[in-house]
């Protein structure tokens, strides 16, 4: 408990309340809000403009970059800097080359920054949509999923961890299978990045978007979009700008321009210098204060923890299994409306969110939380009769 308790002290909305949605957005750390307010105080006294600011900005992308890379197992020359998990979803949808009539295989549990991409493509491209069951078991999913396949299609999405059910999908498998019949793979890491230790290299995954907001702790309006160097060749820049060129002279007035080598070519903005400071020094906290053997240790562990007290109730019916289980917990109550439920928590501070879809609750653990917030949830669940 030592360690959690001196982590708990640089993160000072889970002092103010039991914080179980990082699943929503993570907690912001002290030493990142610092160092963004340092960062907008140069600006207010200095301008955000000359050679200084852009090399500042570059320097913190660049920072944000290694840390992605160390964390994921993959090249720095691999990331693209987004958004959030949306950008980087739709830089995947609308940079593969789609066809009317080729097919894009989704499951029905999707978050709506997934399906909406993919039904655009339907919309204006003609694409073909095929839905395939979420819930189902590893093996059946990927059974599904392989009954879908045709020679036409060219694209499965699937999530690394479900944000409705919670469960944890074998999207290394996927990707092998959609591999075996001539289709790639974009995988909605938003609820996987940061919550469990993931060899992202050691995959044949070719698209990978995630956001830093969540389990990486990072600002706002920050995220990466991974981009397999096998895969790269198929995937077009939608959007170009200034950073998509491979230097600041590799275009002429006839139309002809030259992108970056790597995945730096999917980037079109230099934005939110704040933003990317803030995200750098979030992520060399985790490394170097919390750990990150020990941030997914936590995670799981205090998930495990949650689950075996909820099996314990007939009036809970658990939506995320056990042994797929990684930071996030979703569950029905029998005799509660879930809005209701989420209304009575948040009134005793205790923060957690609604899957309507789905009429659930989910809590997402994590490594800074306590075993005494998961008792206090847990009564209450209790109470919930």
Same mark, same amino acid.
């Given at each position: 408990?030592?360690?959690?308790?001196?982590?708990?002290?640089?993160?000072?909305?889970?002092?103010?309340?039991?914080?179980?949605?990082?699943?929503?957005?993570?907690?912001?750390?002290?030493?990142?809000?610092?160092?963004?307010?340092? @960062?907008?105080?140069?600006?207010?006294?200095?301008?955000?403009?000359?050679?200084?600011?852009?090399?500042?900005?570059?320097?913190?992308?660049?920072?944000?970059?290694?840390?992605?890379?160390?964390?994921? @197992?993959?090249?720095?020359?691999?990331?693209?800097?987004?958004?959030?998990?949306?950008?980087?979803?739709?830089?995947?949808?609308?940079?593969?080359?789609?066809?009317?009539?080729?097919?894009?295989?989704?499951?029905?549990?999707?978050?709506?920054?997934?399906?909406?991409?993919?039904?655009?493509?339907?919309?204006?491209?003609?694409?073909?949509?095929?839905?395939?069951?979420?819930?189902?078991?590893?093996?059946?999913?990927?059974?599904?999923?392989?009954?879908?396949?045709?020679?036409?299609?060219?694209?499965?999405?699937?999530?690394?961890?479900?944000?409705?059910?919670?469960?944890?999908?074998?999207?290394?498998?996927?990707?092998?299978?959609?591999?075996?019949?001539?289709? @790639?793979?974009?995988?909605?890491?938003?609820?996987?990045?940061?919550?469990?230790?993931?060899?992202?290299?050691?995959?044949?995954?070719?698209?990978?978007?995630?956001?830093?907001?969540?389990?990486?702790?990072?600002?706002?309006?920050?995220?990466?979009?991974?981009?397999?160097?096998?895969?790269?060749?198929?995937?077009?820049?939608?959007?170009?700008?200034?950073?998509?060129?491979?230097?600041?002279?590799?275009?002429?007035?006839?139309?002809?321009?030259?992108?970056?080598?790597?995945?730096?070519?999917?980037?079109?903005?230099?934005?939110?210098?704040?933003?990317?400071?803030?995200?750098?020094?979030?992520?060399?906290?985790?490394?170097?204060?919390?750990?990150?053997?020990?941030?997914?240790?936590?995670?799981?562990?205090?998930?495990?923890?949650?689950?075996?007290?909820?099996?314990?109730?007939?009036?809970?019916?658990?939506?995320?299994?056990?042994?797929?289980?990684?930071?996030?917990? @979703?569950?029905?109550?029998?005799?509660?409306?879930?809005?209701?439920?989420?209304?009575?928590?948040?009134?005793?501070?205790?923060?957690?969110?609604?899957?309507?879809?789905?009429?659930?609750?989910?809590?997402?653990?994590?490594?800074?939380?306590?075993?005494?917030?998961?008792?206090?949830?847990?009564?209450?669940?209790?109470?919930?009769?």
């Amino acid at each position: 408990m030592a360690h959690v308790d001196n982590l708990r002290r640089h993160f000072p909305a889970v002092r103010q309340m039991a914080y179980l949605n990082t699943g929503t957005c993570g907690p912001l750390p002290d030493v990142a809000a610092e160092a963004m307010q340092q @960062s907008l105080g140069r600006q207010l006294e200095n301008g955000r403009t000359g050679v200084g600011y852009y090399t500042q900005l570059k320097e913190a992308k660049q920072k944000v970059r290694e840390q992605l890379a160390m964390l994921l @197992s993959v090249k720095e020359s691999s990331l693209a800097l987004t958004e959030n998990t949306t950008h980087g979803l739709n830089i995947v949808l609308w940079g593969l080359p789609l066809n009317p009539g080729d097919e894009v295989i989704v499951t029905d549990t999707e978050h709506q920054g997934a399906l909406l991409p993919v039904f655009a493509q339907k919309q204006r491209r003609g694409a073909v949509i095929k839905l395939v069951d979420g819930t189902l078991a590893p093996d059946l999913l990927l059974s599904a999923i392989e009954q879908e396949m045709t020679p036409r299609t060219r694209l499965v999405v699937v999530s690394h961890v479900s944000f409705e059910t919670g469960a944890r999908l074998p999207i290394e498998r996927i990707a092998d299978l959609a591999h075996a019949h001539g289709a @790639s793979i974009a995988v909605d890491g938003a609820q996987g990045a940061g919550a469990e230790a993931f060899n992202l290299g050691s995959t044949s995954i070719d698209f990978y978007a995630f956001p830093g907001q969540k389990w990486l702790c990072g600002p706002d309006g920050t995220g990466a979009l991974y981009v397999r160097p096998q895969a790269m060749p198929i995937l077009d820049p939608t959007y170009l700008g200034f950073p998509s060129l491979a230097d600041a002279e590799a275009y002429n007035f006839s139309g002809s321009y030259l992108s970056r080598p790597d995945a730096g070519r999917y980037e079109h903005a230099f934005t939110a210098l704040v933003n990317w400071i803030g995200f750098a020094r979030s992520l060399e906290f985790m490394r170097v204060s919390v750990g990150w053997d020990y941030a997914f240790t936590r995670i799981h562990g205090l998930s495990g923890e949650l689950i075996n007290a909820l099996l314990n109730f007939d009036h809970v019916r658990l939506l995320t299994p056990r042994d797929q289980r990684v930071g996030l917990v @979703s569950f029905q109550l029998r005799h509660q409306d879930p809005k209701e439920f989420v209304r009575e928590a948040q009134a005793r501070s205790i923060d957690i969110r609604v899957i309507a879809h789905r009429s659930a609750v989910r809590v997402s653990t994590g490594f800074y939380n306590t075993e005494d917030e998961i008792a206090r949830f847990v009564q209450l669940v209790e109470n919930a009769k």
